[in-house]
Nanobody, 123 residues
């Protein structure tokens, strides 16, 4: 099991930027594919971005492509989500997730989840 703690959420203006961080502990972090998901009030949790265990491949939801960047630093057991050109529709709780051979868009592929961090984008 991997323990995950997100940070970096907060309030941003439309067009602004935020960087989310996810600190991992427990099992060997570098073995795990990582993902970011988000859930807005009244909506289902949705995929945002994913990165393979070695950081070679990335995947993005169409809604964030070109605006968000996922990255990882295996030496620090960290994964990041750099968010730019933020829109009010990006407002949600953002979750970090980990899984073995989990690289993809489906929630069910990921085994371990953080508690989430709130991102609010004002118009």
């Amino acid at each position: 099991q991997v323990q995950l703690v997100e940070s970096g959420g907060g309030l941003a203006q439309t067009g602004g930027s935020l960087r989310l961080s996810c600190a991992a502990s427990g099992r060997t972090f570098s073995n795990y594919d990582m993902g970011w998901f988000r859930q807005a009030p009244g909506k289902e949790r949705e995929f945002v971005a994913a990165i393979t265990w070695g950081g070679v491949r990335t995947l993005y939801a169409d809604s964030v492509k070109g605006r968000f960047t996922i990255s990882r630093d295996n030496s620090k057991n960290m994964v990041y989500l750099q968010m730019s050109s933020l829109k009010p529709e990006d407002t949600a709780v953002y979750y970090c997730a980990a899984g073995l051979y989990a690289f993809g868009r489906r929630n069910s592929e990921y085994d371990d989840w953080g508690q989430g961090t709130q991102v609010t984008v004002s118009s």
